[in-house]
T-cell receptor, first 113, second 112 residues
């Protein structure tokens, strides 16, 4: 299994600022994923982050708004840039450990005022 | 992303009863169908998953039924317990977890 931690667990930010969310895994993984989950809603994949390469973004998400770093096999960051109230959401990182096994972090609850 | 339709949106079941959640998909390239359980304030946790080469998979009280021709799959929770109260998401993907599409979620409440 994998233990995933995220920092911060929650934050309240002002419009126009940026927040960087950290994701730490207790073992080395090749693929890490970032999701967004608006309260009471489903999960939407933002991007896939592989170590040593550029992140791959899903339709509707761009690098300028959600830059991602993946400096090693256990860590990744997602930055939410130039925030607006529409960015208020829960951001989750996820890892694929092996075939048929995916683990999610506890999420970062972001509120933008 | 390709759609995965999930119903019902919410479900109330008596303790000991059977909870049934249904999902339907469109993309015939999907080859992996996981279900996730999410408690408030937590990330989703993989519950059970199935591939289209089998029609049913059972793990404890949880069973997935899969109908490839109808492009439908469902989760059955037998002997439902109050501790099963959570939101359940079906999902579908092709090629592992790189392109997972989630359903809209079902909030299950099991009452004593």
């Amino acid at each position: 299994s994998a233990v995933i931690s995220q920092k911060p667990s929650r934050d309240i930010c002002q419009r126009g600022t940026s927040l960087t969310i950290q994701c730490q895994v207790d073992s080395q993984v090749t693929m890490m994923f970032w999701y967004r989950q608006q309260p009471g809603q489903s999960l939407t994949l933002i991007a896939t982050a592989n170590q040593g390469s550029e992140a791959t973004y899903e339709s509707g998400f761009v690098i300028d708004k959600f830059p991602i770093s993946r400096p090693n096999l256990t860590f990744s960051t997602l930055t939410v840039s130039n925030m607006s109230p529409e960015d208020s959401s829960i951001y989750l990182c996820s890892v694929e450990m092996s075939t048929d096994t995916q683990y999610f972090g506890p999420g970062t609850r972001l509120t933008v005022l | 992303q390709q759609q995965v339709k999930q119903s019902p949106q919410s479900l109330i079941v008596q303790k000991g009863g059977i909870s049934i959640i249904n999902c339907a998909y469109e993309n015939t390239a999907f080859d992996y169908f996981p279900w996730y359980q999410q408690f408030p304030g937590k990330g989703p946790a993989l519950l059970i998953a199935i591939r289209p080469d089998v029609s049913e998979k059972k793990e404890g009280r949880f069973t997935i039924s899969f109908n490839k021709s109808a492009k439908q799959f469902s989760l059955h929770i037998m002997d439902s317990q109050p501790g099963d109260s959570a939101t359940y998401f079906c999902a579908a993907s092709s090629g592992g977890y790189q392109k997972v599409t989630f359903g809209t979620g079902t909030k299950l409440q099991v009452i004593p």
